[in-house]
């Protein structure tokens, strides 16, 4: 009988996580914020002498969401900051991708998404209702990166993504830095909502 395939990565926090049957106590936030802040949005198809990080668009989408939720509640402000998360080690497909891989794909990430929701204790499953509020506030990142700089016209990222509320954006700047600076702040992002729970 062939030995099955490893289904493991080593993380440099010294754990082995298991991509088939992830379990809460092998992820560590340290490993997360390390490969969300190497992991480039966009196929890395975007200006800058720096690739835009899936830390930098999920401190992005974290304050997007606490802008656009009155008293926001700490617990789902970190699902904000969590949402693409798997991503540190499944890396970021863009949905073109996705489709072609097909329901393999959502299935994996589910499961590390559930894993991860545990470890910091959130529940496995976001409820729709947050769950939407957080792919809105995605979807503006998304209009803002595209437009800043993915190359996309403003009608064209109108059309994909909605155009935004002006206010939502209001302020907001896309930051392309190193990735130990965006890993240190979203390390720094996710402390901070853990002691508020």
Do not use: C
């Not at 979807?139 to 016209?153: D, L, Q, R, V």
């Not at 700047?173 to 508020?196: C, G, N, Y």
């Amino acid at each position: 009988m062939p030995k099955p395939p490893r289904a493991w990565q080593k993380m440099l926090s010294g754990r082995r996580l298991d991509l088939l049957d992830p379990t809460p106590l092998d992820i560590e936030i340290e490993d997360i914020a390390h490969g969300l802040a190497f992991v480039a949005r966009w196929n890395g198809q975007t200006l800058g002498d720096f690739a835009y990080s899936v830390a930098e668009h999920s401190l992005l989408v974290e304050t997007l969401y606490t802008r656009m939720t009155p008293k926001p509640d700490p617990k789902w402000q970190l699902a904000a900051l969590l949402h693409d998360a798997p991503e540190y080690v499944i890396g970021d497909m863009i949905s073109p991708v996705k489709s072609a891989v097909g329901p393999g794909y959502d299935e994996l990430d589910k499961r590390l998404s559930a894993a991860i929701h545990l470890r910091f204790g959130l529940p496995a499953a976001i409820p729709v209702a947050v769950k939407k509020h957080i792919k809105k506030a995605d979807k503006i990142s998304a209009w803002m990166e595209a437009t800043s700089i993915a190359g996309f016209t403003t009608d064209e990222a109108n059309r994909f993504f909605g155009a935004p509320d002006p206010d939502m954006v209001k302020g907001l700047d896309i930051v392309l830095r190193a990735p130990m600076q965006a890993r240190a702040d979203f390390t720094a992002r996710h402390q901070t909502l853990l002691e508020r729970l």
